[in-house]
Nanobody, 128 residues
Framework: QVQLVESGGGLVQAGGSLRLSCAAS????????MGWFRQAPGKEREFVAA??????????TYADSVKGRFTISRDNVKNTVYLQMNSLKPEDTADYYC???????????????????WGQGTQVTVSS
């Protein structure tokens, strides 16, 4: 079992920045691929960013809508994954969720159904 706790959400003006954190506990963090997803009111959940485990190359993947503005990273000592969000736009307003899945060959890191563990979410509101 993996427990995930997000933090760092809040209210920010357009153009501003926020850094979300997701603290993981319960299993060997380094073996897990980590993802960030978001869900805006009345919309489907969507992929934001993912980072693979070191074993599987540690690579990052981003949604086109956030590429160049968001950066995902992980600290394998602190068992924490981060999402640095810059140049925020009102359309980034959503609840942001951290997710984890034991990394493996063929993992579709952009697909929510791949992830077995989810945090409770943190709200991000970007005002215009």
């Amino acid at each position: 079992q993996v427990q995930l706790v997000e933090s760092g959400g809040g209210l920010v003006q357009a153009g501003g920045s926020l850094r979300l954190s997701c603290a993981a506990s319960g299993r060997t963090f380094t073996n897990y691929a980590m993802g960030w997803f978001r869900q805006a009111p009345g919309k489907e959940r969507e992929f934001v960013a993912a980072i693979r485990s070191i074993t599987w190359g540690g690579g990052n993947t981003y949604a086109d809508s956030v590429k160049g503005r968001f950066t995902i990273s992980r600290d394998n000592v602190k068992n924490t994954v981060y999402l640095q969000m810059n140049s925020l736009k009102p359309e980034d307003t959503a609840d942001y969720y951290c997710a984890a899945d034991r990394d493996h060959y063929g993992l579709e890191e952009t697909a929510g159904y791949e992830y077995d563990y989810w945090g409770q979410g943190t709200q991000v509101t970007v005002s215009s």
